[in-house]
């Protein structure tokens, strides 16, 4: 057989980057099944996706991918097995579990595990975002064994150091192991505080996406993608989770603006300013067909499903003095029942003051200047500086714009704070 062209070998090569980003979670929760380790699990994948780049080049992608790369990481696991001389009852378990793959039977193979790969999916999902772990722990996992990404590429994305975010990585799966946790998907009244934690780690890296909490970018696009590529995994193995899908909606609404979100110089464009022409339509259409199937499912008092309502009356709103803030404001009223927090009060005064104007809002806004939780939030004092500016308290809403800019981390944000503080009055 003739040697592969330098273009044919750079095409597989990039075949296999694709093959790897869509197959590896399932690749991984396959093999944890079987070996019941994660950590195993991932260098047998990781084993696999070498053997693949030695052999793809030579014989070509193959019409099931995700089935090969699986029955390499077997093969692996098997060979593991047998070299340490581990038991013979865990050896004939992952035996009984191996085919030979022939060209003719790949797509036999590929179906057989199709059965399992939902399962093993949920599985996966769960015992990353397990509770026993803290919520940083949780991120970092979620984003290498679901997302895909390398330890630098989370570091990079959180602001952190290569060997924090490994040290996160490996304490996280020891405490899965000195836990005993089992590799299941949790049912009964366990099932919906595990599912919030799965939630709660995918809006955690959606929002440091949406509006990075430090660094010179103001959004980080590629965390927002990755965890609507995670809730869009999510929604399809949970289809009767009304939560799931408000969480999902929630996300394609924010991030259909990210064109309008920033202007020429990468600096923040307050929402009422953006150009509503560079939404992304299709992404809005898909998160209200979303929204509307967690209402269907019962899921409208949900606090993922509130949130998704707001932000569908911006969506709908085709000029900014066109917004429901009436609504608005009574939707933020019924979260801070289900959820209460100072931050979605705060939201509420914000849209008490477009609806009903900045001094009706003031009052709500100096209750929570002593809130321990938001004595040192940024946006606490930049929306208070803002009621200021429209009330003419020119003098004291620059001293709020240059408290906010001392507390963000974020370098886009400072600026733009601080320009708001020298505006001409």
Partial sequence: MSEPTQGARRETDRAITAVWRSEHARVIAGLTRMVRDISLAEELAQEALLAALRAWPETGVPRNPGAWLMQAGKRKAIDYFRHRKMAAGKLAEIGRDLEEVTADAETAIHEALDDDVGDDLLRLIFTACHPVLPPESRVALTLRLLGGLTTEEIARAFLVNDTAIGQRIVRAKRAIADAGLGFEVPRGADRQ???????????????EGYSATAGQDWMRPRLCEEAMRLGRILAELMPDEPEVHGLLALMEIQHSRAPARTGAQSEPVPLPEQDRTLWDRRMIASGLAGLARAYRLGGSAGPYTLQAAIAACHARAEKAEDTDWARIATLYGLLNQVAPSPVVELNRAV???????????????????????????????????????????????????????????????????????GEEI
Wanted: glycine share 8%; charged share 25%.
């Fill in 193 to 207: 505080q595990r599912l919030g934690s799965v939630l709660g780690v995918l809006y955690l890296i959606f929002n």
């Fill in 351 to 421: 849209a008490v003051s477009m609806a009903e104007g900045p001094a009706a809002a003031l009052s709500l806004i100096d209750a929570l200047r002593d809130t321990p939780a938001l004595r040192n939030y940024h946006l606490l004092y930049g929306v208070r500086g803002d009621l200021l500016r429209r009330l003419g308290r020119h003098t004291e809403a620059n001293l709020e714009f240059l408290k906010a800019a001392g507390l963000t981390r974020n370098e886009r944000e400072k600026a733009f704070l601080t320009s708001r503080a």
